[in-house]
């Protein structure tokens, strides 16, 4: 594969794609150096990316997570990518569907494009990759009309993600954008305890933990603001990071 950074040409063309900033792309990717390199590439350009390596974690992120667009590798080690794109369509008819396939015979690719929106032959450049993702939701998803999205819940928190408001217990909780983006992060991954530097990297775009502390000093902030309306919900695993009980 062509692991390519983005290039000056990428850069230049970013203005292009902010209609679609924000959308979440699901990457199903069995080869952790090829998926981290396409989720780079695509938090580069200001896609929200979920990834996962198997058909079983696909599903699982899927239901949890809404994604507008899945990006799919067709051969995965518990299931085939087109199966699993069928499953997806189930539930969200309007996901955008691409494929990754290493194979580019006629019947690989009317396979492929069968049900899918497109597809992508590996070895494949980053650029076009992000450029094919952005010109199929381009495709599927209006530019005038925010897509509807279902609140986002775990236990008593539920987070509208179109009025981007929170309410606890059934109580509004006023949040500044920072603060509903760290607790958005945190209820997307349930229960599972988050690294700082992965919370920096997908709240504040940070590649590095040298502002570590601005992870601690918000997560007091939420902790404040959550905790006046019931038990605490943020847990802390020292030297790790945080998660939700």
Same mark, same amino acid.
């Given at each position: @594969? ?5 290039? &000056?040409? &990428? ?5 292009? @794609?902010?209609?679609?900033?924000? &959308? ?5 990717? %069995? ?9 780079? +590439? ?18 699982? =992120? ?8 899945? !990006? ?11 199966? =699993? ?18 194979? %580019? ?12 929106? %497109? ?22 998803? /209006?530019?005038?009309? $925010? ?9 008593? !928190? ?16 006023? =949040?500044?954008?920072?603060?509903? +983006? $760290? ?25 590095? /933990?040298?502002? /570590? ?30 998660? !939700? &009980?």
């Amino acid at each position: @594969m062509r692991r390519a950074a983005p290039t &000056a040409t &990428a850069r230049a063309d970013t203005g292009a @794609m902010t209609a679609h900033e924000g &959308a979440t792309v699901l990457v199903v990717e %069995d080869e952790p150096s090829i998926a981290d390199v396409l989720a780079i +590439a695509l938090r580069y350009h200001r896609f929200e990316v979920m990834t996962a390596g198997t058909v079983r974690q696909a599903l699982t =992120l899927a239901e949890r997570t809404r994604p507008d667009a899945a !990006l799919l590798d067709v051969m995965l080690p518990d299931g085939d990518g087109r199966t =699993l794109g069928r499953e997806l369509r189930v539930g969200r008819p309007d996901l955008a569907l691409v494929f990754l396939t290493a194979r %580019d015979a006629p019947a690989e690719i009317v396979g492929a494009l069968g049900f899918g929106d %497109d597809y992508i032959t590996k070895p494949f450049n980053i650029d076009e990759v992000v450029a094919r993702i952005t010109a199929v939701l381009r495709r599927t998803r /209006s530019d005038d009309v $925010l897509p509807q999205r279902p609140p986002l819940r775990y236990g008593d !928190l539920e987070l509208d993600e179109t009025t981007y408001s929170v309410r606890r217990a059934g109580r509004t909780v006023e =949040l500044t954008p920072t603060e509903y +983006a $760290l607790l958005r992060f945190l209820v997307r991954n349930g229960g599972r305890i988050v690294p700082k530097e992965q919370l920096l990297r997908h709240v504040w775009q940070y590649e590095h /933990s040298a502002e /570590s502390t601005v992870v601690e000093t918000y997560i007091s902030y939420l902790r404040r603001k959550l905790d006046a309306l019931g038990a605490p919900v943020i847990t802390t695993r020292r030297g790790v990071g945080y998660g !939700l &009980a």
